[in-house]
């Protein structure tokens, strides 16, 4: 899918131009509400607001579906809603959120007594669901504040030697993009939902086929008190082809073609029809292989999407804040995080965060972000990783540690590139792979090769005796712990950006990785699948 | 309801066309292997729907949708014993053959048929698996100790086909809608502390089709709208009071006129003031009348639930009337029935009606007490050891398995009261129990039942306008934070009098089988003692700060 440049007007600011602004509707009453708060909200006894942000999704998500040429729904969306209202008691070094509670979490409750937000743009209805919310939440945070307190009062301790959160200071940033509108053609959509799912007709030995198109588009609004002011597009599009073929032994090999773009592009009929027309052959040809039925530890190839995937999970694992302190009562869940100037990847990996990069080899990055939730604007490039040693961590702002400067970097969103001194071609990361399996003393190595993430994985012995390749359905790798990437023996020179939709949250996340990655000792064993006997009682009635 | 009784029509509906095709078509399949399903059918929701809210003048929820449910199910064995049995004796069967998924809204014939086909191999793998277990299992159990319970009724395949909705009636007035939603929740804004004042509006429109491999096709319209009022005000003690107003038509243009809706959102703005500083009422025994809509949904709690038949068929379940038919449950002059054909009564609509169930059996009326004298039990074909027929309540949600559901409860009395009389009653009674008032109640939004052995069989109603009426004369108090708890057998020897007016409570039902749509006609009742029981707080304190507006 071609990128396009959807950004037409572009203010980025990291001082104050409040006045110079022009607030739409859903901004005036944002900013109003606000404004009002930390002028008015104070509760008898307690301290008032020190800081208060809110943010606003205001959109509309397309979903529709069909199979075997018939649609299965195709509907419209609207989406507004107050995806967070903060409220902060106390002071930037020591607020409410400071501390862990024995009973409650970090941050206060916001949905009690909470109107819903209008999907018209009026002006005191928006900011009735804001006063509301703002209220809930200020009165919980202005008593965990003063129980903070008090907790911090019996230690007998200074602030300084109690483990603590702080809030950290950014200078407030105006962030007005203006997004273009992508006009969503219903009927269009739905044809070629229609058209893309009848391709499986001629296919009756296919179970479950289906064809899934996602778009949702609009703006997410930030206002906080110490004067940022964002408004920023989002738009993304997912086609989703799912088919299922049975192997005859009971278990379900399935596969999916996907395409991905930040505007409502759809690929062209051909190449769909022809890329499912591969997916199915490829099923096919799988189901023809023989079970994995080893048990095998020694190198391992990695190679498809499988590579870039292992860089970044590796990566998120590697570079979150994590920002738990210990409860000072109760149960301790903490995790510290990870210690910069650590190794965590084989030396001459470099990891970088680019999050307002846009494209990488004709793919567009739909991760990219011009500022973060918080409405702190990253830098344009962070070294997270240098030569496999931790250098920085992606830091909201929220502090546990001094010298953790907010960087407006997030693990489940943004692009990621990884750099790898010494890049060899595929033929030489085989050389590899069977150089390292015969000084371990055995008969093959193993590549792992999958296509996209939710492809069947193919496990290909490669014997070190004439390097002729066998290959295997239904293997899969050791423990996640083996997957770590301080011990890659190589990787590969080329490199491939992958888009998908980071874990535990709606946003998109891209990484720029190379295509293949030798890792010196993982354990590969056969799938423990399920298996269902599958007798055809009455034939499918696409069957002639 | 555009009916057609012309069975010939039926040849141009295409998806009817399609779902009778495959059911012969899998019939056939079958039959070539040594142990076939002896029953497969198909139940298909059609539905097209609008959803409008808004919330105190701003339109907050405003979408149409169309999707195709369905419901398959298939059995083996026989009617006399089937997969549907538990495999162990004295177990429970907990297979409801659920499997709703989505259908193409396309009329596409390979597609749907496909999808149908994928799950009717699914189902008759698993009905094969457990019918064999059920076999084996009954092999080593001895004969007298083996249930005689019959799994499934035997009934007549129906043929019943209404027409389509015309195509100039399927267009949603959605602007329409969106503006009075709008313009009726606005009202609330000019109490300011009314924190929340809600008006939704569903309408849909449905068309259920039913085809089994007995020979059944049933397709029937439904069209069903409903405008929902809710608004809430914060009492002088912090506690949240709501009170709700709904309307129930056929069709949008049944619904009451924006006149009266504003009038009764004026009322309820009034009562919600009074609400406001009505005093917190304590827990209670004595004397209480239940006005119409509230002893519908008494009965509908207490008493409907324990009289679906497929209950009584478990073990587990508290089985409270099972023993009863022929007895005397009730004071001799009430009578109680459900009738799925009735549409009105007097102004008002009722939503449990059907031509016919969720298993294609044609509906009727189901005298359950006459005089007094339990005579039967609402049944799907889930038949009992002496009701082994259908009498065309087996009901379900779009996508779920029907089990006997309540259609439109029905609750009539033979000597009747005036509503002074009933006062007056009520007060007699609170000077022979020394006590200083009794209850009133008024409206209700709702209630639940337990009906197993294994918790406390009970019941709570959940009213919303509760007054005092004290025997001493003085102008009858509201009171707040009431709810109506008991035990079904001691409530209905505490029922003395009924009134000579009915009302009409229009609501949903949730069960087994999903939420279908109930009403319940019922005459006020006086009832000699009743408990209540304090309800959940729900507290939400007055804000900080007032709402906002403009240059505010």
Redesign the interface.
């Known amino acids: 899918m071609k990128a396009t440049g959807f950004l037409s007007l572009l203010i980025l600011s990291s001082v104050s131009l409040y006045g110079q602004t022009q607030l739409n509707t859903i901004q005036q009453a944002m900013k109003?509400?606000l404004d009002?708060?930390m002028r008015?909200?104070?509760?008898e006894g307690l301290e008032a607001p020190m800081f208060i942000s809110y943010s606003i999704r205001d959109g509309i998500s397309y979903q529709g579906a069909?199979?075997?040429?018939?649609?299965?729904?195709?509907?419209?969306?609207?989406i507004r809603e107050v995806t967070s209202c903060r409220v902060m008691v106390g002071s930037y070094e020591f607020n409410d959120e400071s501390l862990e509670s024995e009973y409650q979490g970090m941050n206060p409750e916001e949905t009690?007594?909470q109107?819903?937000?209008?999907?018209?743009d009026?002006y005191?209805?928006i900011?009735?669901t804001l006063?509301?919310m703002t209220?809930n939440v200020?009165?919980s945070a202005s008593r965990q504040f003063q129980k903070k307190q008090e907790m911090v009062k019996e230690l007998g301790k200074p602030l300084a030697e109690i483990p603590h959160r702080s809030f950290a200071k950014v200078p407030p940033s105006i962030v007005v993009v203006e997004g273009k509108n992508h006009e969503i053609n219903k009927k269009e959509l739905e044809e070629y939902l229609?058209k893309v799912?009848a391709i499986f007709?001629e296919y009756p030995e296919m179970?479950?086929t289906a064809v899934r198109y996602r778009f949702s588009q609009g703006y997410r609004y930030l206002v906080n008190s110490e004067g940022s002011i964002n408004k920023t597009p989002y738009s993304s599009g997912e086609l989703v082809i799912t088919m299922t073929l049975n192997s005859g032994n009971g278990d379900r090999l399935q596969e999916e073609v996907n395409a991905s773009s930040s505007d409502t592009t759809l690929p062209n009929f051909t190449d769909v029809a022809d890329k499912v027309k591969k997916k199915i052959d490829r099923l096919n040809k799988i189901k023809a292989l023989p079970k994995f039925e080893d048990e095998y530890a020694g190198p391992v190839l990695f190679s498809g999407d499988f590579a870039p995937l292992l860089f970044l999970y590796n990566l998120g694992a590697t570079v979150s804040d994590r920002n738990d302190v210990p409860r000072l009562k109760g149960y301790n869940r903490e995790r510290s995080a990870p210690k910069i100037g650590r190794q965590f990847f084989s030396e001459g990996t470099t990891i970088t965060a680019i999050p307002k990069t846009k494209s990488f080899g004709g793919v567009e990055l739909l991760g990219s972000y011009e500022v973060d939730d918080e409405g702190t604007i990253p830098a344009d490039a962070t070294v997270l990783i240098e030569n496999g040693l931790l250098k920085e961590l992606v830091n909201d702002r929220t502090q546990v540690k001094e010298n953790q400067p907010a960087n407006g970097l997030m693990v489940n969103a943004g692009v990621f590139k990884v750099d790898v001194k010494n890049g060899v071609t595929k033929a030489q990361m085989k050389e590899r792979l069977i150089e390292a399996a015969r000084k371990e003393g055995l008969d093959y190595g193993i590549i792992i090769h999958q296509e996209w993430s939710n492809s069947p994985l193919i496990a290909i012995k490669v014997f070190v005796s004439d390097g002729h390749e066998e290959e295997f359905r239904q293997a899969v790798p050791g423990a996640s712990e083996q997957l770590k990437m301080k011990r890659m023996l190589a990787a590969s020179a080329d490199s491939k950006a992958i888009n998908l939709v980071a874990f535990m949250s709606d946003q998109m996340v891209s990484i720029i990785a190379p295509t293949a990655v030798l890792l010196e000792e993982v354990d590969i064993e056969a799938e423990d699948v399920v298996t269902?006997?599958h007798?055809?009682?009455?034939?499918?009635?696409?069957k002639k | 309801m555009s009916v057609s009784l012309s069975y010939g029509q039926a040849s141009n509906d295409k998806l009817l066309q399609t779902l009778e095709k495959?059911i012969a078509?899998?019939v056939d399949?079958?039959s070539k292997?040594p142990q076939p399903p002896y029953f497969i059918d198909y139940r298909v929701d059609d539905i097209h729907s609008m959803n409008v809210?808004a919330?105190?003048?701003?339109?907050?929820?405003?979408?149409?949708?169309?999707?195709r449910l369905y419901h398959n199910s298939v059995r083996v064995g026989n009617y006399t014993a089937d997969n549907t049995k538990p495999v162990r004796e004295n177990e429970e069967s907990f297979d409801f053959m659920m499997n709703g998924s989505?259908?193409?809204?396309?009329?596409?014939d390979?597609?749907?048929?496909?999808?149908l086909?994928?799950s009717?191999?699914m189902l008759?793998?698993q009905a094969l698996d457990k019918y064999k277990a059920i076999v084996s299992e009954s092999n080593l159990t001895e004969k007298k100790k083996q249930s005689k319970l019959q799994s499934f009724s035997v009934e007549k395949p129906e043929k019943y086909f209404e027409e389509p909705i015309p195509e100039n009636e399927q267009a949603f007035p959605r602007k329409v809608w969106e503006d009075r939603c709008?313009e009726f929740s606005k009202l609330f804004l000019n109490d300011a502390e009314i924190?929340?004042g809600k008006v939704d509006l569903i309408y849909s429109q449905q068309r259920r089709y039913y085809v089994s491999s007995e020979g059944a096709s049933v397709v029937q319209n439904f069209t069903n709208a409903y405008l929902f009022i809710t608004a809430s005000i914060r009492t002088s003690d912090g506690e949240?009071v709501p009170l709700h107003e709904s309307y129930y038509a056929p069709a949008l243009s049944g619904l009451p006129s924006d006149e009266q809706i504003k009038r009764d959102i004026q009322s309820m703005m009034e009562r919600l003031q009074k609400l406001k500083t009505a005093p917190l009422a304590d827990p209670y025994t004595g004397p209480a009348i239940l006005d119409g809509p509230v002893s519908g949904v008494f009965f509908h709690e207490i008493f409907g639930h324990r009289v679906e038949g497929h209950r009584l068929r478990s073990e587990y379940d508290g089985q409270t009337f099972k023993s009863k038919v022929g007895e005397k449950i009730l004071p001799d002059n009430i009578s109680v029935y459900c009738d799925p054909t009735v549409a009105k009564f007097a102004d008002q609509y009722l939503n449990g009606i059907y031509r016919y169930d969720d298993e294609g059996v044609k509906s009727r009326r189901v005298d359950i007490v006459e005089k007094g004298t339990l005579k039967t039990f609402l049944m799907s074909r889930a038949p009992l050891e002496d009701i082994t027929t259908s009498n065309g309540h087996g009901r379900a949600s779009e996508g779920m398995s029907p089990v006997a559901r309540q259609s439109n409860l029905f609750i009539n009395s033979a000597k009747t009261k005036t509503n002074q009389e009933l006062r007056n009653m009520l007060i007699k009674e609170c000077k022979r129990q020394g006590k200083e008032y009794g209850y009133y109640f008024k409206s209700v939004v709702g209630g639940f039942t337990f009906t197993d052995r294994y918790t406390p069989n009970a019941f709570n109603i959940f009213p919303t306008e509760v007054y005092r009426i004290f025997v001493d004369g003085r102008p009858d108090e509201l009171v707040r934070g009431v709810d109506l708890i008991g035990t079904p057998l001691a409530m209905f020897a505490e029922i003395t009098a009924a009134s000579d007016t009915r009302g009409v409570f229009t609501g949903f039902c949730g069960a087994e089988s999903g939420y279908v749509p109930v009403s319940a006609v019922a005459p006020a009742l006086f009832v000699r003692r009743i408990e209540t029981q304090k309800k959940p707080k729900s507290k939400?304190?007055s804000?900080?700060?007032p709402?906002?507006?403009?240059n505010?």
């Open positions: 109003d509400e009002r708060s008015e909200l104070k509760r069909a199979t075997l040429g018939a649609l299965i729904d195709s509907d419209f969306t609207p009690s007594g109107v819903e937000l209008p999907m018209d009026d005191l209805g900011r009735r006063w509301l209220d200020y009165r229609r799912s007709l179970e479950n269902e006997k007798t055809e009682y009455v034939a499918s009635p696409l | 495959e078509r899998e399949g079958f292997h809210s919330s105190l003048g701003s339109l907050t929820h405003s979408r149409e949708s169309r999707n989505s259908l193409p809204i396309d009329n596409s390979p597609a749907i048929r496909v999808e086909w994928q009717t191999q008759y793998r709008r924190f929340d949240t939400v304190e804000t900080l700060l709402r906002p507006a403009l505010k």
